[in-house]
């Protein structure tokens, strides 16, 4: 059988028209399987993309480190002691531990939500306070607005200058003033502002980093009298490093040098970003299985409801093909015309449900507010051209597997058994 055959396609419409009804509720089977199968893919991808948004701008081989309060007695050090980072500890971890790509210590003064801690002419407010190393937005980046992010230049001159986030802009500065060059006293001490940015976050991570103030690390110890004191560390890996290795090689020189019990896992705190982030790529590809299993699932329920169909269909037209056969129709000829007529009615109704499904994901995409606490739950539903392929792919060989048993049925009904039959 010739597939652009004109009369083999007539064939196929009068055959599927013949009963409007039956035809509709037999496809409306499989064109629910596939419109719920794009629809669960789409919302699998929503809820991933809001949940990576979180980890899209960090860098995802990075581990963060602080100290705790030792739990076991070591060196005559009793359980329960207090200890902390110190600048020492930044060349020792550079020179003892070469996995280390990024090392970013930081210092944190309070304010935020607490008593107001900067000043700028009849203006105050409560914000965060960090003192940075560059290396920081590399590991945690910001989006730059205006001016530029601290230098290693500000480091070594102990220059005080600071980089302010949008909230603390729009707090302390009018609408038409240029915070850049000008000053805020922070604590009692002026720093001169040279950058203003906003958190590529979003949602209350975005609002509280928006108020944050990134001040050169060494200028911050100096100007507050932290002494020597490192609050905790930032530290990304080396590429084709596991974060996991870096972070376990840290750990143990910093027990070490901290007289730490080895086997003290309380002592130091730490969280590895890439761990979870693998975590959380664990859970989305497992539930991304359980919609192609549940989603196939229903379609194969849709094609099983096409094969009975087809069998009804053959036996309905018994005489006909009993007519086919004793003209000269070999059981090729009629096993790819039940089969044809099957695809064919997988094929159009699958389609519809694909189109449809990507359809509402389009519209749910657009309705969805740019921000907001939806955002956050729910991003960019949608899936993918190979995802779209390979469900054109399964239509094709459903329709295939659906009529291949009503084709084989009609395929060895015998002319004179056909003839006779009423």
Not at 38 to 47: A, D, H, K, P, T
Not at 192 to 221: C, D, H, W, Y
Request: no cysteine; charged share 20%; net charge positive.
């Amino acid at each position: 059988m010739q597939l652009f055959d004109l009369d083999n396609w007539q064939e196929i419409w009068i055959a599927l028209k013949k009963n409007p009804v039956r035809t509709f509720f037999t496809a409306f089977g499989v064109y629910w399987g596939i419109f719920m199968l794009v629809v669960m893919l789409g919302s699998g991808n929503g809820l991933k993309n809001a949940v990576f948004r979180g980890f899209s701008d960090f860098a995802t081989n990075s581990f963060f480190m602080w100290t705790q309060t030792t739990s076991m007695p070591y060196e005559g050090f009793k359980r329960g002691r207090r200890f902390f980072f110190e600048n020492q500890d930044i060349k020792a971890i550079r020179e003892n531990v070469p996995e280390v790509k990024l090392l970013a210590p930081r210092l944190r003064g309070g304010g935020f939500r607490g008593a107001n801690n900067v000043v700028r002419g009849k203006e105050t407010g409560a914000f965060n306070i960090f003192g940075d190393y560059p290396d920081f937005f590399k590991i945690d980046p910001v989006e730059l607005v205006s001016g530029r992010l601290l230098n290693e230049n500000d480091l070594k001159d102990y220059r005080k200058v600071a980089v302010i986030g949008q909230a603390v802009e729009k707090s302390l500065f009018k609408k038409d003033e240029n915070p850049l060059g000008d000053y805020i006293r922070i604590q009692g001490v002026y720093f001169q502002v040279v950058g203003t940015f906003k958190s590529r976050k979003n949602g209350p991570q975005a609002e509280n980093e928006n108020n944050n103030i990134f001040l050169p690390f060494t200028s911050m110890q100096r100007a507050f009298n932290f002494g020597n004191r490192v609050f905790w560390f930032a530290i990304n890996s080396q590429d084709n490093v596991p974060a996991s290795v870096t972070e376990e090689k840290v750990i143990a020189l910093m027990k070490k040098r901290h007289h730490v019990n080895p086997k003290d896992d309380q002592a130091i705190g730490h969280f590895n970003l890439e761990k979870e982030f693998r975590k959380m790529s664990g859970l989305f590809g497992g539930i991304n299985g359980l919609v192609w299993i549940v989603g196939i699932g229903t379609l194969l329920a849709g094609v099983i409801g096409v094969s009975n169909i087809m069998l009804i269909i053959v036996k309905e037209r018994t005489r006909e093909i009993g007519v086919k056969r004793a003209l000269g129709a070999r059981p090729v000829h009629i096993i790819s015309q039940i089969m044809l007529e099957s695809i064919t009615l997988t094929t159009v109704a699958g389609y519809a449900g694909l189109v449809i499904g990507v359809g509402l994901l389009a519209v749910i995409d657009n309705a969805l507010p740019e921000t907001g606490p939806v955002t956050q739950m729910f991003l960019h539903p949608a899936i993918s051209f190979k995802v779209g392929i390979t469900a054109l792919g399964i239509l094709i060989l459903a329709g295939g597997l659906a009529g291949l048993i009503p084709a084989k049925r009609a395929a060895s009904i015998k002319p004179i058994e056909a003839l006779r039959d009423e």
